[in-house]
T-cell receptor
Framework: DAGVTQSPTHLIKTRGQQVTLRCSPKSGHDTVSWYQQALGQGPQFIFQYYEEEERQRGNFPDRFSGHQFPNYSSELNVNALLLGDSALYLC????????????FGPGTRLLVL | AQKVTQAQTEISVVEKEDVTLDCVYETRDTTYYLFWYKQPPSGELVFLIRRNSFDEQNEISGRYSWNFQKSTSSFNFTITASQVVDSAVYFCALSDMNTGNQFYFGTGTSLTVIP
């Protein structure tokens, strides 16, 4: 049973560029959440996708956007990258219900120079 | 407002010692869920336990045990007879009816088990 997968594992970008991160949920899961984890901090909720729509959003600017595909996989897009966007980006999948356990992928480490 | 506090930033123990990781939470909801995750150096958060607010029974899973006390808003995690493989960052998280699907994480406790 495959767990949550994310790609790429590492990424280096420069300020002002745009980046797309990808996530495939665990088998049987239909909900994908994205988190940003800065060094030495706990993960911060960006948003959650369910039935191809953004169901809930955390306190992140509109530069952060996402998409969910019919096969439940998801993308996170960040435009106009800032140095402060350097972080580990974690994808988590769960079943559709509220407060279900979220299972995390290995993350994508983004460095913005 | 929802908040999770893990006051212990770093803990070091010698192998085979017991260690308790503290977690204090804040929420106004009566229905909520608490979680513990382990994050090894590889970065992936590994799910350990989920507990709802109506179930105050302590839970034991092998060398791991959890003590949930609503009276003190705490959900502490104890590792018995620690092993080097337990070295990781441990996060406590909260999800309540108000926040729905959003998990609030603490800042984590970095545990080092010395052989």
């Amino acid at each position: 049973d495959a767990g949550v997968t994310q790609s790429p594992t590492h990424l280096i970008k420069t300020r002002g560029q745009q980046v797309t991160l990808r996530c495939s949920p665990k088998s049987g899961h239909d909900t994908v959440s994205w988190y940003q984890q800065a060094l030495g901090q706990g993960p911060q909720f960006i948003f959650q996708y369910y039935e191809e729509e953004e169901r809930q959003r955390g306190n992140f600017p509109d530069r952060f956007s996402g998409h969910q595909f019919p096969n439940y996989s998801s993308e996170l897009n960040v435009n106009a990258l800032l140095l402060g966007d350097s972080a580990l980006y974690l994808c988590a999948s769960s079943r559709g219900g509220i407060q279900e356990t979220q299972y995390f992928g290995p993350g994508t480490r983004l460095l913005v120079l | 407002a929802q908040k999770v506090t893990q006051a212990q930033t770093e803990i070091s123990v010698v192998e085979k010692e017991d260690v308790t990781l503290d977690c204090v939470y804040e929420t106004r909801d009566t229905t909520y869920y608490l979680f513990w995750y382990k994050q090894p150096p590889s970065g992936e958060l590994v799910f350990l336990i989920r507990r709802n607010s109506f179930d105050e029974q302590n839970e034991i899973s092998g060398r791991y045990s959890w003590n949930f006390q609503k009276s003190t808003s705490s959900f502490n995690f104890t590792i018995t007879a620690s092993q080097v493989v337990d070295s990781a960052v441990y996060f406590c998280a909260l999800s309540d009816m108000n926040t729905g699907n959003q998990f609030y994480f603490g800042t984590g406790t970095s545990l080092t088990v010395i052989p």
